[in-house]
């Protein structure tokens, strides 16, 4: 039997998902006997870094030289500023995949010393900007793309940008929008583009289908007519360009294609054959309404609606089971009664199996409920739980079908990836992490449910198990501690700040209570420069103390009626009755000139500076707490940005 690791995140873009399911439905028509364990991962869905390493750490759990193959499918994570630890998750999964010595296949993105399969993305956009300037003769463009940094966008961009300048067409940076590969990101960069510009174009490129959505839909709000006005293209070809209304011209990737070519590459190296390294597949043309063009081909728009009418209803099912199953969560007394009901509370999973395994620090945190308060602390600091890793022995809890209650097992964690296969051959294990922000606390693994690859509210799911055991454990935490741990749990633990958690018990109410009086406050937003380059090059101590000076200053300026947060890692927040803007500059003036000394005092290895933005809130208006602190940050960011481009 074989054994192949698939490594992937689920990311917004649907195919992702779409595509694990299409090698699993392969699998299972193969006559060979393969086993597919798929480590997930969902960091993608937030920008929560802390949350994001919790679940990139699912990558950390396979040996990679127990398995005859490695896919890698986890394109839209390397190197993306803001979801800040994908780089380091990027770099781990990579190294592990080249050390394992067995083929390794990476979809859809380039990387040395793998196999490549996909669509030659730079050959196929020529395909549509010549389409687009020789059959409807347009000269002028602009371009809506996907990441910077994705390797798929990059190649597309730079096939744009080639086939342009070889036509002596203008194609400068003001015609570019680069964000994301969402809906949202046609529309905002329509709109941006057009501000700039003061008019349309003759065509809009976009990098995927979900952009040229966002296009039309900003074109419609504003007045403007596709193809009419201009042309809208996309890419991808899947359910968003054949019923929309205009149908999206685009690029087919076939990606039933990509699976079939990427199996038959596993099962060459495997007999020792040599096999191409890098495997393009084809890519075809679908030219629709949203270019002028028409097409033979007619789509069925009544199936299509069948189909979305049976998937709302399935969904619908899936998300009533997920808020029973959160409800009945909420009421658990036990542990053992906890476990229960998330390895049966969700029968359209429709799984063969399913299995919790976790840390065995997670029950610490139920026996601690009785404790004193001074283990209460050191159980709230660091170190119970890996960010990185898993324990070397951890309790595998699954249910007993004969006897129909929770069995416990104490195992070795290498001995746990197969510890479920009775029956081998043809089977698929999806790995989903289970963590408490970014501390990992194990992770669950369901057997043989190939639709629930593409299920839009698995995410939900996990979401609200995860969200639903911390709770569990906190509550006995607790449940002792009453008032005194109310400010305990608000205050962060490094820096004496509050917490998020103070952000929302504290901050909100002082919000509210201000807008019934109609008084206006400040919001002073901080964050540090660099505390990443810090931590990276002179270690996280080095970091941590950083943190701790920045604190300091924080507060010993801190006037009397005001409170500070530690919003996140490097990010502080002061929220104080409504001051000048020049008391303002004079207490972040003061912070600063305290941070730079304290720094030199305690011979920090680098300079250690923040970047700050200030707004004043106007209670009069429907905006909440949480858009003026948003609105601080960016302005923050303008300074951070500007700093960035001194050095």
């Known amino acids: 039997m074989k054994r192949i690791a698939m490594i992937m995140e689920a990311n917004k873009r649907a195919f992702a998902c779409t595509r694990a399911a299409w090698f699993l439905k392969k699998i299972r028509a193969m006559e060979e ?41 986890v394109n839209s994570i390397h190197q993306r500023e803001h979801y800040g630890c994908g780089s380091t998750a990027w770099e781990y999964i990579v190294n592990a995949a080249r050390q394992s010595g067995k083929p390794v296949l ?55 940008i080639d086939y342009l300048e070889e036509h002596h067409i203008p194609c400068g940076d003001d015609r570019f929008y680069c964000e994301s590969f969402e809906i949202k990101n046609g529309y905002r960069g329509f709109m941006k583009l057009y501000e700039t510009h003061g008019k349309s174009p003759e065509a809009v490129i976009c990098a995927n289908d979900e952009i040229a959505v966002g296009v039309c839909k900003a074109a419609s709000e504003m007045g403007f007519s596709v193809p009419g006005d201009f042309i809208v293209t996309g890419f991808d070809n899947f359910d968003k360009a054949s019923y929309f209304s205009p149908r999206i011209t685009t690029i087919d990737q076939q990606q039933k294609r990509l699976v079939d070519t990427s199996m038959e590459l596993f099962l060459g190296a495997w007999r020792g054959e040599t096999v191409e390294k890098c495997c393009y597949t084809e890519a075809e043309g679908v030219f629709w309404d949203s270019c002028g063009c028409r097409t033979d081909v007619e789509t069925d728009l009544a199936e299509h609606v069948r189909q979305e009418i049976l998937l709302e209803a399935e969904q619908a099912d899936f998300e009533a089971e997920i808020s029973l199953l959160e409800y009945e969560l909420l009421y658990c007394k036990t542990s053992e009664q906890m476990y229960e009901k998330i390895l049966t509370g969700m029968p359209s999973l429709r799984c063969e199996d399913m299995y919790l395994v976790l840390d065995e620090n997670v029950e610490n945190f139920h026996r601690a409920a009785g404790s004193s308060l001074e283990d209460f602390v050191k159980l709230s600091g660091n170190g119970i739980f890996h960010e990185n890793g898993y324990p070397e022995i951890m309790k595998r809890i699954f249910l007993d079908r004969e006897s129909g209650t929770i069995r416990m097992e104490t195992q070795r964690r290498e001995t746990l990836t197969c510890a479920h296969e009775k029956n081998p051959g043809n089977k698929e294990y999806l790995f989903l992490p289970l963590h408490f922000n970014q501390y990992t606390v194990g992770y669950i693994v369901i057997v043989n449910a190939v639709r629930l690859m593409e299920n839009r509210s698995l995410n939900k799911m996990m979401s609200t198990i995860m969200t639903s055991m911390e709770n569990f454990y906190r509550n006995k935490r607790l449940e002792s501690m009453n008032r005194h741990l109310e400010e305990l749990s608000m205050r962060d633990a490094m820096t004496d700040l509050y917490n998020r958690l103070g952000y929302q018990n504290l901050a909100c109410r002082i919000f509210s209570e201000h807008k019934e009086s109609n008084k206006d406050l400040s919001i002073l937003f901080i964050d540090m420069d660099r505390l990443k380059y810090m931590n990276d090059t002179y270690g996280h101590e080095c970091g941590d103390l950083a943190i701790k000076i920045t604190a300091k200053a924080i507060l010993k300026y801190l006037p009397d009626d005001a409170i500070a947060i530690r919003m996140g890692g490097d990010e502080f927040l002061m929220i104080l009755p409504k001051r000048p803007s020049e008391e303002i500059a004079e207490i972040t003036a003061a912070v600063r000139a305290h941070i730079d000394a304290d720094a030199k005092t305690h011979k920090l290895p680098c300079e250690l500076s923040i970047s700050a933005g200030s707004i004043d809130t106007d209670m009069r208006s429907d905006k909440e707490l949480d858009d003026y602190v948003r609105l601080a940050d960016e302005i923050m960011y303008q300074e951070k940005s500007a700093k960035k481009k001194q050095r």
């Open 33 to 73: 006997e393969i086993s597919i364990y798929i480590f997930r991962s969902a960091g993608a869905w937030t920008l929560d870094t802390n949350y994001n390493v919790g679940e990139y750490n699912i990558y950390h759990l396979p040996d990679l030289t127990d398995f005859d193959g490695v896919i890698l499918d």
């Open 106 to 160: 990476s979809l859809a993105n380039k990387i040395d010393g793998f196999y490549y399969v996909g669509i030659d993305n730079y050959k196929s956009m020529r395909i549509m900007i010549e389409h687009v300037f020789q059959v409807h003769g347009c000269t002028d463009y602009w371009f809506i793309m996907g990441p910077k940094d994705n390797y798929e966008n990059g190649q597309r961009m730079q096939s744009i």
